[in-house]
């Protein structure tokens, strides 16, 4: 079965760090490009990051950019977002998306087709 | 950045009813289109990814149309367990930006 689970979630203060981590089975991980989506309370979606299936490219959404680094280690099939300087505006759950496509795939071609539950991130002093 | 822009925001339909929405480029982005359902506390999943082409596993009451700035989604006899958020997401380049989703009640 395929499937991802997404943990490090929590409460942080303003201006802390937090790593989320997304655990991928039952593909072969390093055929896909991952992304991390974030939604906030009552919102919609937003695309955060993304990163190609050998981890050699990364993109971010300039709300992000500088603060988030998205990575990943194929070696243990997990998708990581490291968040640093997080702010109010970062609250909400987040998110991790397999691309649907393969590697010679133009990104989102075949739209993200596999979802984790999503981990919440909760940004309060 | 490439804005998409849904219409309406929210729609409320009886069961066998037919229902459109729309999802409006700022700029072309050919047939880049994707659309996704979020179900109330779930994880969104696409239905219609490439503008016109249906997920496996969507049913077949689900179709899309479009390409350029212009695009719809169209569900004929929707049905309960289509009540959701949809949202349509350019995949032409980044930022792969999200519309801002329309509320479907059925």
């Known amino acids: 079965e395929v499937q991802l689970v997404e943990s490090g979630g929590g409460l942080v203060q303003p201006g802390g760090s937090l790593r989320l981590s997304c655990a991928a089975s039952?593909?072969?991980?390093?055929?896909?490009?991952m992304t991390w989506v974030r939604q906030a309370p009552g919102k919609g979606l937003e695309w955060v990051s993304l990163?190609?299936?050998?981890?050699?490219?990364?993109y971010h959404a300039d709300s992000v950019q500088g603060r988030f680094t998205i990575s990943r280690d194929n070696s243990k099939n997990t998708l990581y977002l490291q968040m640093d300087r997080l702010g109010a505006e970062d609250t909400a759950v987040y998110y991790c998306?397999?691309?649907?496509?393969?590697?010679?795939?133009?990104?989102?071609?075949?739209?993200?087709?596999?979802w984790g539950r999503g981990t919440t991130v909760t940004v309060s002093s | 950045d490439i804005q998409m822009t849904q219409s309406p925001s929210s729609l409320s339909a009886s069961v066998g009813d037919r229902v459109t929405i729309r999802c409006r480029a700022s700029?072309?982005?050919?047939?880049?289109l994707n659309w996704y359902q979020q179900r109330p506390g779930k994880a969104p999943r696409v239905v219609i990814y490439?503008?016109?082409k249906l997920q496996t596993g969507v049913p077949s009451r689900f179709s899309a149309s479009g390409s350029g700035t212009d695009f719809t989604l169209t569900i004929a006899n929707v049905q309960l367990e289509d009540s959701a958020v949809y949202y349509c997401?350019?995949?032409?380049?980044?930022?792969?930006?999200f519309g801002q989703g329309t509320k479907v009640e059925v």
């Open positions: 039952g593909f072969t991980f390093n055929n896909h490009a």
């Open positions: 700029q072309s982005i050919s047939s880049f």
């Open positions: 998306a397999k691309d649907g496509g393969s590697v010679s795939v133009k990104y989102y071609y075949f739209g993200m087709d596999v």
């Open positions: 990163i190609s299936g050998s981890g050699g490219t990364t």
């Open positions: 490439a503008a016109s």
């Open positions: 997401q350019q995949s032409d380049n980044s930022p792969w930006t």
